[in-house]
């Protein structure tokens, strides 16, 4: 199958993609491209490798085949040789991580710093990270946290947050990266009903402002208002895809049918 095609150019071209753990093999030959701009939506059900892929995107797991563009950088991963306990050599370990430097990760959630604030928490990155400034990333970060909503709550500490807030500080601490793609991993599963629109409203927002962003959720109807394209993986392979209109809608195969009769 070939990846969508896209009028801009993609941000992200990922061809080919494989990992196994173990004997496992996780994800089977995955290609996908993302436009600037442009939201990918990633359905499928549990344990069919939709975090492992945003994983392999994001720099936190090496696929041990598949060429990854994202922004000006390109890694072959049938080229790095990892040893034995997975580590690549220096070289590859810069390469790979150079890559992942264009993206941003938000996690399900309890991922901040306990013992520093939200706008530390934001700072953190840019300032240890990428060098900047401290001044500077301070009052980028509360521009950040303002557009999340945050501006008075930037002093308090993780536990005097809702589940829903800290989200909203993971969100913002990804954006202070500057990335060219931000990857959202299932960011309102671990979140109590009421607190979930707040999160979906932040990122219907960043949609907006063309941030180009890849989603694992499974908020349908985020994924029908918002992705300009949906990724149905089942058993580590693209199943269908399509805009969310096609697969959401008038799924064409019966795996993506199952599935989103169980979850509608
Ligand atoms: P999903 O996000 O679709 O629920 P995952 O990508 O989390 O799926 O997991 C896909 C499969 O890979 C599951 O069977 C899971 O147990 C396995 N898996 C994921 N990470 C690891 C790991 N670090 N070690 C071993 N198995 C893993």
Same mark, same amino acid.
């Given at each position: 199958?070939?990846?969508?095609?896209?009028?801009?150019?993609?941000?992200?071209?990922?061809q080919?993609?494989?990992?196994?753990?173990g004997?496992?093999e996780?994800?089977?030959?995955?290609s996908l491209?993302?436009?600037?701009?442009?939201?990918?939506?990633?359905?499928?059900?549990?344990?069919?490798?939709?975090?492992?892929?945003?994983?392999? /995107?994001?720099?936190?797991e +090496?696929p041990d085949?598949g060429v990854? %563009?994202i *922004?000006?950088?390109?890694?072959?991963?049938?080229? &790095?040789?990892p040893?034995?306990?997975?580590?690549?050599?220096?070289a590859?370990r810069e390469?790979?991580?150079?890559l992942?430097s264009?993206?941003?990760?938000?996690?399900?959630?309890?991922?901040?710093?306990?013992?520093?604030?939200?706008?530390?928490?934001?700072?953190e990155?840019?300032?240890?990270?990428?060098g900047?400034d401290?001044?500077?990333?301070?009052?980028?970060?509360?521009a950040?946290?303002?557009?999340?909503?945050?501006?008075?709550?930037?002093?308090?500490?993780?536990?005097?947050?809702s589940?829903?807030?800290?989200?909203?500080?993971?969100?913002?601490?990804?954006l202070?990266?500057?990335?060219?793609?931000? /990857?959202?991993?299932e960011? +309102?599963s671990?979140?109590?009903?009421? %607190?979930? *629109?707040?999160?979906?409203?932040?990122?219907?927002? &960043?949609?907006?402002q063309?941030?180009?962003?890849?989603?694992v959720?499974?908020?349908?109807?985020?994924?029908?208002?918002v992705?300009d394209?949906?990724?149905?993986i089942?058993?580590?392979?693209?199943?269908?895809?399509?805009?969310?209109?096609?697969?959401?809608?008038?799924?064409?195969?019966?795996?993506?049918?199952?599935?989103?009769?169980?979850?509608?």
């Amino acid at each position: 199958m070939s990846p969508t095609e896209h009028p801009t150019t993609p941000v992200l071209a990922a061809q080919g993609v494989r990992k196994s753990f173990g004997e496992k093999e996780v994800l089977r030959d995955i290609s996908l491209e993302v436009g600037a701009g442009t939201v990918t939506v990633v359905l499928g059900p549990s344990g069919s490798g939709k975090t492992t892929l945003l994983r392999a /995107l994001g720099g936190l797991e +090496t696929p041990d085949a598949g060429v990854i %563009t994202i *922004g000006d950088s390109t890694v072959d991963f049938a080229e &790095l040789t990892p040893n034995r306990r997975g580590r690549l050599p220096r070289a590859q370990r810069e390469q790979a991580d150079r890559l992942a430097s264009h993206t941003g990760f938000v996690f399900q959630g309890h991922d901040l710093f306990a013992h520093k604030t939200a706008i530390e928490n934001v700072v953190e990155g840019p300032v240890i990270v990428q060098g900047e400034d401290p001044a500077a990333a301070r009052e980028r970060g509360m521009a950040l946290l303002e557009q999340v909503g945050l501006t008075e709550h930037a002093d308090k500490y993780p536990y005097q947050l809702s589940g829903g807030q800290q989200q909203r500080v993971g969100i913002a601490r990804a954006l202070a990266l500057r990335p060219e793609v931000v /990857l959202f991993d299932e960011p +309102t599963s671990a979140l109590d009903p009421e %607190t979930v *629109g707040e999160v979906l409203a932040v990122m219907r927002d &960043l949609a907006q402002q063309s941030w180009t962003m890849v989603v694992v959720t499974h908020e349908i109807r985020f994924a029908r208002e918002v992705a300009d394209d949906v990724l149905f993986i089942d058993g580590g392979v693209v199943v269908e895809r399509g805009a969310p209109e096609q697969v959401i809608l008038a799924p064409r195969e019966a795996r993506t049918q199952a599935f989103l009769k169980r979850i509608l």
